[in-house]
């Protein structure tokens, strides 16, 4: 063998060898639970991604947005990791160079899975050398249909304005990944919601607090979430009514009664400074009514291009009767009436069933995208009704609908100036997506304090916005482990030291375990430091739970085929899984899993590959 070919080879053995060195040190990095980038933040300012929810094989798109706030200009790569679960499934990378100071926008495409109703983790590390300078994180939807995992968010302003600040805002509610938006008071009036004809539609009208409400900017942001793969919903209310309803059609007879003479209308007050002192209700069940309030949903729906309608409601009413005397058990009208609206209207259905008054009928009867439950303290107030909301509609929809809960944070402060406790909204919020629900929260004026959308006196402050980011990448990246299937476990939890409550009692770490084929999962959250199991915290007040540190869980299980366990918490390295170490115990109550875990902030998920 000549010697330039022994020196060639020599050469690209030292290049290979010294590629898989790099590649060792830069992916075992990944690999250690405990990485923490030298200047986190410092240079990686945002990841994010095009649309909110993707079909399988489309085209994703990563936005990497750079600022370099380090001393020293940077050369060096980024690497993207795409995970499934603890599973790497693609990875990319790109050379950088920035100069100290310089801003700049990378696009990395990724084409995703064939997989349908997928999440996926996406994790960006800048690295220079072998060292990761900074990361982030964000994550993908991969469904074909939004009903599946809903993540519901609102607008509830339309002024006059320019399509690009719409374009702004729905690119902020974008990158929580929210892939349907509920427009709500956006109609002229609850029994006649467009305002002039199809043929002319009128570009201007007063919505019900007389606010004033432009098409354009309706349609522009229908259309700017179309973009993105979120669904725009249409606002209005089953069975509501102006006090001029005669004049637009509308009759008594169709009307719901408070007694069987039909003397008193049902009605709902409203403040005398509205366009009506209040909604006067009629009969769901009453087919000239349906006639009437379809035909009048056709109408908006011919000239504003919405996806859905949302139907709400008003919960219970007490002891209703219809025109001719006959008691309205109004609970049991909802299934028909919404399965009716579908079929007239061709259009997706959420009903709000408010406090679960109606949801059994909805849940097992009505073709309903997804079950959706506003619900109110002081009956439910406690950390563990956000659960049992979220297991009633899987239960009562045989394991086929997810929940959606309308839960107002902080609602005692709401009518003043005031900043959100990003406390109480982590542990609401917890407490919700770890049960497999979503909570409506984020929209165009932050976040939701009150049952009147629109209302914004409550802001979120930089943390809780970082904060609802992770959270929000977490329940899309793990929607595989927190919605999709699960059962409850019976398998026993103890952590030795610590007081553990498996329905969310203050003072307590809340803990329970589910189950799906391939994984045990158990969620922790924490309520040591919360002195009431009230999860609205109606003063604002409530503290940050005092953060577990290095302590052991013990989970007793019937088998003991484990391969691995981890740990993904939206509090910890955005969401990163980590591997934990484990022992296989046994004692007098039968074989359990020692599992070491590091931390404890709000919210730990463990889950355990069989």
Known sequence: MSKKIIALILIISTAIFGALYMYRNIFSFKDDNNIVALTKGKLISDVYTDKARYYPSDKVTIKIELNNELQEDFRGTIYIFYKHLESIVGKAKIQVNIKSGQKKQLNIFWEAPKDDFKGYLVEVYAVKGNKAIDNKNTAVDVSSDWSKFPRYGYIANFPEQSKEKSALIIEVLNKYHLNGLLFYDWQYKHNKPLAGTVENPDPKWKDIANRDIYGQTVKDYIELAHSKNIMAANYNLMYGGYFDYVKDGAKPEWGLYKDPNHEEQDNHPLPHTWATDRLYLFNPANKDW??????????????????????????????????????????????????????????????????????????????????????????????????QTVDNGYNYSDGKKATVVAAYMNYG???????????????????????????IELGDTGMLSKEYFPSANLKMSESLVKAMRNYYDFLTAYENLLRDGLKESDNKIEIPGIEISNNGSARTVWTYAKQKEGYDVIHMINLLGIEVSNW???LGNYSAPPIIKDFKVKYYLKDDNIKNVYLASPDINDGKVMKLQFKKKEDSKGKYLEISVPELQYWDMIFIKK
């Open 290 to 387: 349906q006639n009437y309030i379809f035909n009048a949903e056709k109408d908006a729906f011919g000239v504003y291009n919405f996806d859905v309608w949302h139907v709400d409601t008003l919960g219970p009413r007490g002891t209703v009767y219809d025109y001719k005397g006959n008691l309205v058990e109004l609970s049991m009208t909802y299934a028909d009436f919404l399965n009716n609206a579908k079929k007239a209207l061709g259009k997706r259905i959420v009903c709000n069933t408010v406090n679960e008054y109606g949801l059994i009928n909805v849940a097992s009867g009505a073709d309903v995208d997804f079950l959706y439950v506003e619900i109110w303290p002081p009956a439910r107030a406690h950390y563990n009704f956000l659960k």
């Open 536 to 538: 609205r915290d109606d």
């Open 413 to 439: 402060i709401a009518d003043r100036s005031a900043e959100f406790n990003k406390h109480s909204v982590r542990l609401t919020d917890a407490a919700i997506f770890a049960a497999g629900g979503d909570h």
